[in-house]
């Protein structure tokens, strides 16, 4: 057998894995730092996508507080914020009506007014732009497989770029073991439910002390719509209508740019019934009286779908650890209520950054930097979390409608006395992946078939993502045990990863009379969203990362 050839090696002050808005904020601070104090600091961002903004969706409606920290001067350099929020509504959908909820009274920071409309993927090409300006080397199509210790247990490092590996694990000609960055310290920025970050929750025991993170699968479209449709600036949510009262979740319609809206809708994935799909749900949702006259007469320009943390405040887990640091949805900052977590990605990304500079400042490496714990604790950030902390567990244990009549008189309350509410701080209880019932308490859902103009199917969705992988590399959806989905999955919950996917990555074949049951992984399809990770009952499918490059290349979402 061929000696494996050595990696190379090289040295970085911080080392951050991911190139979204945490990781490239982290990135922009180490420097904007190094330049005020007139020192030199070694910056590395390791980015999975073809390029920066490969593998960013966001819906998104981006409040511009964590730039305006980062980059007051956001609008003298270009930041692609265009489109300034001009009226919100808020929709609660019936099968054929609609009540319109928008006049309801609620907390200030649940109004959009003073928000942009934008592609996060976007602004994340050009924060790229911003970093490399001031001198981080930054390396699209390089994605971490590993994350190296040295002799104390520390973080030193991260395995990146290993290319060339066949699909039956021999190496190709074109085989390179892959590059060990080490560091002082290395800053995660991921993403939700990045391998490496969750990777690292348990080794280090990060969430022994908060409750189970929370999901959502958020599945958004581009549109550009006839122009009598287009409203620029128009943000509307809704709630209700295709999932029943027991299921929340929402969608949203943001009308920016070039004729664009943004339609997407977020499916929290603790549902119940296995038999839910949530790409069907989205689907039959933008048939609605109250949304399909938007799209009638424009045309779909992409698909994407992203795992969306939703876990809040009681499910931050530990931040810091020796060598390295959690940022962004690496740990889980989302506002769930406002839709909103790139600013609060784009804050602890700083807030990181600035524990890091001063512990290199000081001469100190791989230790845990609990300065960027207790900044947290002392932030905007950990502010905001708090005040709606309940909301979701209180859409979890009373249902939509009288969820969101409690959450939001529990918001109003917590607005007013700083954080202080009347039910404590509410526990999540189960993961996802627990809240899924046994098929034989539910009955299939017969979705409509798509007609190709308004709704579509899995596969020319896919396309519009721009989705490529290498078919011959090994596939990069690891089952712990290949038995399962077929001996335990298919006969208790009717094997439910042919629905939560939302690219048609995993099929039961049979044979034309219906025997002989057999479960499919198509890799090359997988937008990267994570969801079988999350949502598998019996917790056997571990999303890796395939090689760097692979996966969406989302052109504006």
Known sequence: MAEEPAREAMEYDVVIVGGGPAGLSAAIRLKQLAAEAGSEISVAV??????????ILSGAVIDPVGLNELIPDWKEKGAP??????????????????????????????????????????????????????????YPGMAVSETVFDETGAVKGVVAGVFGV????????????????????????????????????????????????KYGIGLKEIWQV?????????????????????????????????????????VPLNYRNPYLSPFDEFQRFKHHPAVKPTLEGGRRIAYGARAITQG?????????FPGGALIGCSAGFVNVPRIKGSHNAITTGKLAAEAAFAAVAAGRSRDVLVEYEE????????????????????????????????????????NITGGWSPFGTLKHGKTDAEATEPAAKHKPIAYPKPDGVISFDKLSSVFLSNTNHDEDQPSHLVLVDPSIPIRVNLPEWAEPAQRYCPAAVYEVLRDEDGSNPRFQINAQNCVHCKTCDIKDPSQNIQWTTPEGGGGPNYPNM
Not at 46 to 55: F, M, N, P, T
Not at 107 to 120: D, R, T, V, W
Not at 312 to 320: E, W, Y
């Open 81 to 138: 914020l265009e489109t300034p929020v001009t009226k919100d509504k808020f929709l609660v959908l019936g099968p054929q009506g609609v009540l319109d909820i928008t006049w309801l009274p609620q907390p200030s920071y649940m109004k959009n007014h003073g928000c942009y409309i934008a592609s996060l993927a976007n602004l994340c090409r050009w924060m790229g732009e911003q970093a490399e300006g001031l001198g981080v080397e930054v």
């Open 166 to 213: 066949a699909k039956d694990g021999h190496h190709k000609p074109d085989y390179q073991p892959g590059l060990e960055l080490h560091a002082k310290y290395v800053l995660y920025a991921e993403g939700a439910r990045g391998s490496q970050s969750k990777a690292l929750i348990k080794h280090f025991g990060l969430h022994e002390n908060c409750e189970p993170q």
């Open 375 to 414: 900044a947290y604790r002392r932030s905007r950030v950990w502010k905001e979390l708090r005040k709606v902390r309940n909301v979701k567990p209180l859409l979890n244990k009373l249902g939509n409608t009288l969820g969101v009549l409690a959450g939001g008189i529990d918001m109003a309350i917590t």
């Open 46 to 55: 390791l980015e999975k996508g073809s390029e920066i903004g490969a593998h």
């Open 312 to 320: 809040g405040f009681q499910s931050v887990p530990k931040l810091a």
């Open 226 to 266: 006839a122009p009598e449709k287009f409203q620029p600036g128009l943000v509307q949510h809704s709630m209700g209508w295709p999932l029943d009262d027991k299921t929340s979740g929402g969608s949203f319609l943001y009308h920016f740019g070039d004729r664009y809206v943004s339609i997407g809708y977020v």
